[in-house]
């Protein structure tokens, strides 16, 4: 995918997490890179992230899911966000404040009508897996 793909991610990234809308929830993710299908960011886990267990929210973790695999769709040559129709997340590990949570997106296929992503969030650190997404998009037809 070309630069300019990546630097349109970029805009559109940083004008949904500064917004007023549920996009805001991404303030404190790092966008890392976006391109050819692909997108890679980064979180430091903070106490607006936790459930009351004290570890990351399984649903903060599911938007992180849809959210980068969005991103990463539109840098693929579809081009397009898509609709959601399908979002798994398997919940492997706990993270916990202070961790640095490192999340790689990718396009595994997009053909006509859908489009099929990956997400695996894991520990900067150590690199153990936090969780795992599937998420299935209609991107039209």
Known sequence: MSKAAGELIKAV???TRTSKTFGRVLE???LISAGEGKCKA?????????NLGGTLHGGYT????DCISTYALMTHKAGVPGVSVDLHVTFLKAAVPGDVVSIDARTIKAGRTLAFLEVELSK???GALIARGIHTKFIGG
Do not use: C, G, I, P
């Open 13 to 15: 990234f940083e004008r």
């Open 28 to 30: 404190n993710v790092k």
């Open 42 to 50: 980064e979180l430091k886990v903070d106490e607006e992230h936790l």
């Open 124 to 126: 900067k650190d150590d």
């Open 62 to 65: 599911s938007t992180l899911v």
